[in-house]
């Protein structure tokens, strides 16, 4: 998928990333899927975290739809690079109601820069899904310095 060489271990170095993004914490939203250039974030479902109709809140679902786009690019990364989003646009679909709530990123283009992404949030009641969130998002390479 890239013309890029990752980490023997992505899936290892997403996870020990992810287990620092203190926000993710604070959601409760875990990694599900993590695979080269795709990655799921699941949150369940929790009331303070809606709006005032009782939807999951656009802000939390963007939130996940992000976090999920910039890992699917870091999966394609080399050791020691990170990623940050540089820019996404968001059309949500349908009200965000169910019992969890899945974001899913997939890479649509790598680059030795900025790589495009797919980002797609569904709202699960039971095993019935929704699409209630679609996107892309740009990711960035970076090198801490």
């Known amino acids: 998928m890239s013309e890029h060489v ?5 899936a290892a170095r997403v996870k020990a990333s992810f287990d620092q993004q203190s926000v993710m914490r604070l959601l409760g939203a875990g990694l599900e899927v993590v695979e080269r250039g795709r ?3 699941v949150l369940p479902y929790r009331a303070d975290l809606c709006q005032q109709n009782g939807f999951l809140h656009a802000g939390i679902s963007t939130t996940i739809a992000d976090s999920a ?3 699917a690019a870091f999966t394609l990364f ?3 690079e990170d990623v940050l989003t540089s820019e996404f646009k968001m059309n949500f679909l349908a009200p965000a109601k169910g019992d969890r709530f899945v974001a899913s990123g997939r890479v649509v283009k790598p680059g030795k ?3 495009i ?3 797609e949030v569904h709202a699960y009641e039971g095993e019935q899904a929704t699409l ?3 996107g892309l998002l ?3 390479r970076v090198t801490p310095r």
Not at 6 to 10: A, L
């Open 69 to 71: 786009g910039g890992y």
């Open 6 to 10: 990752s980490s023997p271990d992505p």
């Open 113 to 115: 820069r900025l790589s």
């Open 78 to 80: 080399n050791a020691g």
């Open 138 to 140: 740009t990711a960035v």
């Open 132 to 134: 209630c969130v679609i």
């Open 39 to 41: 990655v799921d974030i």
């Open 117 to 119: 992404c797919q980002v």
